[in-house]
Each structure stands twice: as structure tokens, then as C-alpha cells.
């Protein structure tokens, strides 16, 4: 599985993204779904999980309430809407992908950067 993330950019803080992760292969249903985020000199950090199915989603801590995580399986993609934007949530994003019953992850995409400005 090769996994292409966009979407990034530069928001004001209060404002919104989209991040997308596009997926190639065909057993993208496979697989459920994360995004990660890492900002400079900060270890990564775990942002949303999605199933395979769309039916369970995880968000982390810092992120609740903001950031939805969604994947139409017809397009072979993750989406991650990021809303009301704060200059902590500036970093790289990265999308992966962990093979149902798998307990790590093994494809990760190249990561978009998101600039929060204040």
C-alpha cells in the first residue's frame, strides 16, 4: 500500500483544513486507518483512528471535538477535517495504515505540513 497525503498549508488560527490520503492498491478495505502528527523537536503524536469499515473513530486527546476523521473506501481515502485551528496543532501530518488484527503500522505515508499562524 503507497499512501499520498495533501492538503496541507498555512490557516489563521480558527480556521480549517482538509487533509486527504489517497491510497493505491485494491485491498484498501483491509486496512483501517490513522493520522499522526509530529511537530519540530516533539515526538509523534497519535491524532484519529478510523476502522475499516468507517463504523469506530478515535481521536486523540488534544483534538476532540475538532477534528473529524472520515474514508470513502470507492475513492480509496482517508480524510482528516481539521476545524477552529490553533497554533498548537501546527506540525507534519501523516496518514498510515494498520492491516485489520495487525497491532502496529505498517504503511505510512510522505506527511503534509499544516502551519497554524496566531
Known amino acids: 500500500v503507497q499512501l499520498q497525503a495533501s492538503g496541507g498549508g498555512l490557516v489563521q488560527a480558527g480556521g480549517y483544513l482538509r487533509l486527504s490520503c489517497a491510497a493505491s492498491?485494491?485491498?484498501?478495505?483491509?486496512?483501517?486507518m490513522g493520522w499522526f502528527r509530529q511537530a519540530p523537536g516533539r515526538e509523534r503524536e497519535f491524532v484519529a483512528f478510523?476502522?475499516?469499515?468507517?463504523?469506530?473513530?478515535y481521536y486523540g486527546d488534544s483534538v476532540k471535538g475538532r477534528f473529524t476523521i472520515s474514508r470513502d473506501n470507492a475513492k480509496n481515502t482517508v480524510y482528516l477535517q481539521m476545524n477552529s485551528l490553533k497554533p498548537e496543532d501546527t506540525a507534519v501530518y501523516y496518514c498510515?495504515?494498520?492491516?485489520?488484527?495487525?497491532?502496529?503500522?505498517?504503511?505510512w505515508g510522505q506527511g503534509t505540513q499544516v502551519t497554524v499562524s496566531s
Open positions: 498510515a495504515a494498520q492491516l485489520v488484527g495487525a497491532e502496529v503500522y505498517e504503511y
Open positions: 492498491g485494491r485491498t484498501f478495505r483491509s486496512y483501517n
Open positions: 478510523i476502522s475499516w469499515s468507517g463504523g469506530s473513530t
